[in-house]
């Protein structure tokens, strides 16, 4: 019998080949109808978690798992895990960072020019019978202008390249502290970084420490030309003061992957595509096979490392 493994969000068909390949039992929490159910369930089969930085893993399920040893989560995040409760039973946490950076990184930037060059609206122009003598909406370039990035982590950096290097763009950031050896311009506040850029990306982690970072004052400040984007949580921007801020043309639009709400279809956003100006794609901007298979192998290699007691690949600090 394999080491139990309980997967708490859909497993590719390969992935679970993979883990079961190298000796794990998987049970996918996802065909149970209830996420409590599937925990319970498990019960004391299990000594490994699969989750993300959503989902997560709270204390009272750690408490259902008597056997649980290690919570890995598949992407970056992992915000709603319980780490005080980890900590305490001796449970080892590990993630899986930059598996996915170079994807959400060509998402951010796809997301900034279909906002800006109203990329959807157009489409929808073209497919009502418009064509170019009665198109009327101001378009701006990316090339030489300001952007303001939210969260300098390896996403943050893969968008910096990409602009500077693609676009000539101008950066700027605000982080928690300014990053070592960084040549991009350093903001310690938000307000002041917003103030400065044409257009705003957002790539911080999720959590009670980045809630509502983008509020109404930062919108704004990124004022009626500024456009926002945000692929990191959607906790992070106040939507409520998004949608206030677009209604009454405080900004010029926005495109985003993420929204609060989620995992579930969030509730507010049929208010959101009522705007032209904005884009909003189902918090894929992560998905491709290439991150696919980098994260099945750093999971493997963190589940591997634990179970022959080896230093994890990629720990989370407590």
């Known amino acids: 019998m394999g080491i139990g493994v309980l997967a708490l969000v859909r497993l590719a068909p390969e992935r679970v080949a993979g883990l079961t390949a190298a000796g794990y039992a998987v049970r996918e929490g996802k065909k149970v109808a209830n996420r409590i159910d599937a925990v319970r369930e498990a019960g004391d089969t299990v000594r490994a978690v699969l989750t993300n930085g959503r989902g997560g893993l ?7 798992l008597p056997k649980l040893e290690i919570v890995c989560a598949v992407g970056a995040g992992y915000e709603a895990v319980d780490l005080d409760t980890a900590r305490s039973r001796g449970i080892a946490v590990a993630n ?6 170079s994807a959400v990184a060509d998402s951010a930037m796809m997301l900034l020019m279909a906002s800006t060059r109203h990329l959807l609206q157009a489409d929808r122009f073209v497919r009502a019978g418009g064509w170019q003598d ?13 952007l303001g990035i939210l969260g300098m982590g390896t996403i943050g950096s893969k968008i910096a390249h990409r602009a500077a290097r693609g676009f000539d763009m101008e950066i700027g950031y605000h982080n928690r502290r300014a990053v070592t050896g960084s040549s991009y311009r350093y903001f310690d506040g938000l307000i002041e970084l917003a103030t400065w850029a044409d257009f705003l990306i957002c790539a911080a982690p999720g959590g009670a420490a980045t809630r509502h970072l983008v509020n109404a004052s930062v919108l704004a400040a990124l004022g ?7 692929i990191g949580r959607g906790t992070v921007v106040d939507t409520a003061a998004l949608i206030d801020a677009l209604r009454s043309n405080r900004i010029a639009g926005a495109g985003l992957d993420v929204l609060e709400g989620e995992p579930s279809v969030p509730a507010i956003l049929p208010e959101l595509l009522q705007f032209d100006n904005v884009v909003v794609t189902p918090h894929c901007a992560g998905r491709a096979p290439e991150a696919r298979t980098a994260a099945t192998a750093l999971i493997l290699a963190n589940l591997n490392a634990y179970f022959a007691g080896k230093p994890l690949a990629s720990p989370v600090s407590f």
């Open 134 to 146: 009665q198109w009327r909406v101001d378009t701006p370039t990316l090339s030489g202008k300001r």
């Open 58 to 64: 709270s204390g009272g399920e750690m408490a259902l």
């Open 96 to 101: 899986c960072p930059d598996t996915n950076a």
């Open 224 to 230: 009626p030309k500024g456009y926002l984007v945000n």
